[in-house]
């Protein structure tokens, strides 16, 4: 295809395979014939599913179904509060997921609002705007400062032509075009310099170009469709959550069955026993669980806007507590995004100095024309206080600002004459200027090599001395060697103004070097050394030049030396298999495209890793999409990385993300608290009912009993863990392993212990009851049961801590729910008329000591168990 082969084709060649002429166009008959061959230049629209699909697709997954039978049953059996409730439940987890499938889609729309509305094109020799959408390939098309380049096109003229290609490539730096240029068929985006691309920004000059690819067939479109193509990824707790409410479902039907057939063997009646049965299937499957886990998340969303984190889709909140590695860009998020002079060097200086030596500036001729040249040869501006122009540009004046030297005051003793902009080609600007005393000064800045092949002398702090090139470029190459960007300065005196300016570059006084850098954001040291505490692995994702990412990844303490660093034309070399086994040692990635951006993130889930990945530009969307969780850039951020990412970073800062991954943590954790609760209580109830006709004990509890015990327990109390605070190590243990179950470390055996234990406890209090027999024994057990829990809730606030330490004020939710549950027990209990609803007697003052006393015992077994793992800590 002729959009491939552009970059290296001359334009004659690419016009004569497009049928192009050159001067006049295509002909308006032409142009519309090839629109209703190729279609328009528009980017592919996907069929989208409606609302009410949306809507259904929500009710598919197979603890949402049990929910639905139980809600069913419920009605049935006439509890319809608690039947309602459940529907309510069902109701709103449904739209929360219907909200986020559809925002999930926007993605492909927001690539759309990077077109340009309209285009400027020659067609039949004459200049015409026409809409972007019936460009075609063949089409010449004119671009000037400001416009949005509306198609992929190979550049024929261009004048001064500077392109803000961030969005597409990730270079943070305008490109500079150059259409008398044919590259490498294989170079990358990046390097094309003769093209320009559909959605980045002409930013400076003009130029002319032959649209090569429209619609789709443009990089853009490309990049549409790899969005396209990413399927949303369950997040680790929809996974976990979903096997644990399967398996529980199963487990739960099975106990009721036997229970069921148990009880009618024992010649227990027909319809208690469904009713029993029915109930404890009400019971064990934990209706509250959706509901706490959209709450828990939710409020992690609210905290995480507070520490400037904006999560768009609420599974987000728990996925960062799963994170195993973070790919980060570098610009803006790891830095500053501002550049800054670093080094300066003269001739007779051994070592670069941090900052110009402002006693030397005062008396050493080549220290002070250094800073004049960095003043003048300089088109940033002091626009009310603030410096306004080229980042690079800026640094230099800021440089002279640390040092006390006013620039402003340097400006006006030196008057600008004329001046020779930068180009690409000469890599060098020069600026002349009036001196005080009379006679003119020209300062020329650039590359280390372009100012030197124009050089003479250099100037040291007696006059001139011989130029010594390679001592020069010895210099300028360990201070690269640290991640900078090298500039050399240099001066001549003239007479007057040149008739050839270009004579001005001859012959000139070597001055000194300036080493620059976008240095890290303070805040990102410690980020990165709480990732590693952590487990977490940060990796560093750039455009920049591998030196320059090295330089700072050595900095924050991502990687140390070069074997750890690896370029887009490297990794474009490995096949998928040899780079998964090269992966996990690499920690800085330079000079990546879109494509090789999704395929490190591949690689790293294929290896088990849960992957966050930052990004801004449109070129950072497919991975982002397909990331575990993508983290987009609030402020640099394009629209659309923004719909393509589960969160937004709203300071656009890496330490942030640190942040919201220990609250990913809290919220997993208490999560993981509320399941290990309501387990354990579900199976206290299983466990009491289930055993009590194997020891010979009537049916202990009420239908009744069950479905209250079940409404109280997994209410309130449930719910007010998910403000549990987080613990004190939760950012210095290793991320959970990825395919690590909802059950693992513990939990399953602890709530089949604490489990067995209530039971213990109800059926021995209920067999002594009886055997007393002027003791209210349903009534106790009934009692017991419920209160049991609430003890337990209490105890597993901490996996580790005890409650004696963490004290009841430290969640306050949690002690008013469990306050609150106490009293409305006691009042089935001493309320007459709920004591004819609940057919419960009022306990006697030892008889209600005795319950509490009881109801305790599992509160101190959790107690004991968290002091076992507080020694085996100590060991």
């Not at 002398?457 to 001139?464: F, H, P, R, S």
Request: aromatic share 4%.
């Amino acid at each position: 295809m002729i959009r491939d082969d552009a970059h290296c084709l001359d334009t004659i060649v690419v016009a004569k395979k497009l049928k192009t002429d050159l001067n006049q166009g295509l002909t308006v008959d032409e142009a519309k014939r090839r629109l209703e061959d190729i279609g328009p230049n528009a980017l592919p629209e996907e069929k989208r599913r409606g609302l009410a699909e949306l809507f259904l697709d929500q009710f598919k997954d197979f603890l949402i179904i049990l929910l639905i039978a139980a809600a069913a049953v419920s009605g049935a059996l006439g509890e319809y509060v608690d039947a309602a409730a459940i529907v309510v439940i069902i109701t709103i987890n449904a739209v929360i997921g219907l909200v986020q499938e559809y925002k999930a889609e926007k993605a492909i729309e927001a690539l759309k609002s990077l077109a340009a509305a309209h285009a400027l094109v020659k067609r039949d020799g004459a200049v015409i705007e026409i809409p972007t959408s019936e460009l075609v390939p063949g089409d010449l098309v004119l671009l000037d400062a400001g416009r949005i380049v509306p198609a992929d096109l190979r550049l024929i003229e261009g004048t001064m032509l500077k392109v803000q290609e961030a969005a597409l490539t990730g270079e943070s730096i305008p490109v500079d075009k150059r259409p008398d240029k044919v590259f490498a068929s294989n170079a990358p985006i990046g390097d094309r310099q003769n093209m320009v691309f559909k959605g980045t920004q002409v930013v400076l000059g003009r130029g002319l170009g032959i649209v090569v690819a429209t619609g789709a067939a443009t990089e853009l479109g490309r990049i549409a469709g790899l969005i396209a193509e990413q399927k949303d990824t369950k997040t680790p707790l929809q996974k976990r959550l979903s096997a644990f409410g399967r398996q529980l479902g199963l487990i739960a039907l099975a106990i009721c069955a036997i229970v069921f057939v148990i009880g009618l063997l024992r010649g227990e009646d027909l319809l208690l026993m469904f009713l029993t049965s029915v109930s404890l299937a009400v019971a064990a499957v934990p209706e509250a669980l959706p509901a706490l886990a959209a709450i828990a998340l939710a409020l992690g969303a609210k905290r995480m806007v507070q520490i400037n984190a904006l999560v768009r889709r609420l599974p987000a909140v728990e996925t960062l507590g799963s994170v195993t590695a973070i790919c980060t860009d570098k610009t803006g998020t790891l830095t500053e995004n501002s550049m800054r002079c670093e080094r300066f060097w003269t001739v007779q200086t051994s070592d670069a100095l941090e900052a110009l030596p402002i006693s030397a500036v005062e008396e050493d001729i080549a220290w002070r024309w250094l800073a004049v040249a960095m003043a003048l040869c300089n088109d940033a501006s002091l626009v009310r206080n603030s410096i306004m122009g080229d980042p690079t540009e800026t640094a230099l004046l800021a440089a002279l600002d640390e040092t006390g030297l006013d620039h402003e005051a340097i400006r006006k003793t030196y008057e600008r004459m004329a001046e020779i902009p930068f180009d690409s080609s000469r890599r060098l600007m020069t600026t002349v200027h009036t001196m005080p005393h009379g006679g003119l000064v020209s300062f020329t800045k650039g590359a280390v090599e372009s100012v030197l092949a124009c050089s003479s002398a250099a100037l040291v702090k007696n006059g001139k001395t011989a130029l010594d090139s390679k001592l020069i470029l010895t210099k300028a190459e360990q201070i690269s060697e640290s991640g900078l960007r090298v500039l050399a300065f240099a001066m001549k005196h003239h007479d007057a103004v040149p008739a050839n300016l270009s004579i001005v570059e001859n012959e000139l006084v070597f001055l000194g070097l300036v080493g620059l850098m976008d240095p890290p954001r303070p805040e990102a040291f410690d980020a990165i050394r709480q990732c590693k505490k952590a487990g977490i692995t940060p990796i560093m994702i750039t455009g920049d030049h591998p030196a320059t990412a090295l330089a700072i990844a050595r900095r924050l303490g991502i990687a140390q030396d070069r074997r750890e660093v690896m370029t887009g034309d490297e990794l474009s070399e490995l096949t998928l298999d040899r780079y998964e086994t090269m992966a996990k040692e690499i920690k800085v990635y330079a000079r990546v495209s879109p494509e090789q951006k999704l395929k490190i993130v591949m690689a790293l889930q294929d290896r088990g890793e849960f992957v966050a990945m930052t990004g801004d530009g449109v070129n950072d969307a497919p991975a982002l999409k397909k990331a575990d969780i993508g983290v987009a850039m609030g402020v640099t951020g394009t629209d659309v990385a923004k719909e393509a990412a589960d969160m937004i970073l709203l300071d656009d800062n890496f330490a942030t993300i640190v942040k919201a991954v220990h609250e990913g943590r809290r919220i997993y954790d208490n999560i993981r608290k509320f399941i290990k609760y309501i387990l354990a209580s579900n199976s206290g109830e299983i466990w009491t009912i289930f055993l009590a006709p194997f020891l010979g004990l009537p049916i202990p509890l009420l239908p009744i009993h069950i479905l209250w015990i079940n409404l109280v327990t997994d209410g309130l109390p449930g719910l007010a863990l998910a403000v549990e605070p987080g613990e004190k190590d939760v950012m210095e243990r290793p991320p959970r392993p990825p395919k690590e179950g909802i059950l693992a470390q513990g939990l399953g055996i602890h709530a089949v212990w604490v489990g067995l234990l209530m039971a213990f406890v109800c059926l021995c209090l209920q067999a002594a009851s009886i055997y007393l027999s002027d003791m209210h024994w349903q009534t106790m057990v009934f009692t017991v049961l419920c209160l049991s829990q609430m003890g337990h809730v209490l105890a597993i606030r901490s996996e580790w801590q005890s409650l004696f330490s963490q004290g009841l004020c430290s969640n306050l939710s949690l002690a008013g729910a469990v306050t609150l549950t106490i009293v409305l027990q006691l009042a089935t209990v001493y309320v007459p008329l709920l004591q004819s609803v609940f057919k419960t007697q009022a306990l006697g003052p030892w008889e209600l000591i005795i319950c509490l006393a009881a109801s305790s015992l599992v509160f101190w077994a959790v107690e004991a168990e968290k002091m076992l793992k507080r020694r085996k800590r100590c060991i």
